[in-house]
């Protein structure tokens, strides 16, 4: 019951950092840790390497693997309709 949990720091952002408390509950930090297992396992990466983006690069903001780490992201939070 005492027990104290060292928050956890995101890799991909190192001013992020989680903390586990009963009274401020949120599914965000889900998300986070989500984004460190993608980042983990380079599955994004994998995923756009196999994909073609036959936009103009000069005009591109967002790169592939950067829009397809929000498309599953976005999913797993249950944001399926991307009008949120």
């Known amino acids: 019951m005492g027990e ?7 890799g991909f952002n190192r001013s992020l950092s ?3 408390r009963a009274e401020r509950l949120t599914g965000d930090p889900g998300a986070v840790l989500l984004r460190e297992a993608l980042d983990a ?4 990466g994998w995923m756009a390497a196999r994909m ?3 936009r103009r ?11 397809l780490r929000t498309m599953v ?4 939070q ?5 009008d949120d």
Request: charged share 20%.
């Open 57 to 67: 690069q000069a005009d591109v903001v967002h790169d592939l693997p950067s829009l």
């Open 18 to 20: 989680i903390e586990t």
């Open 4 to 10: 104290t949990l060292r928050p956890v720091t995101a």
């Open 52 to 54: 073609k983006d036959s």
């Open 73 to 76: 992201l976005l999913v797993a």
């Open 41 to 44: 396992t380079g599955i994004i």
């Open 78 to 82: 249950g944001w399926q309709d991307h």
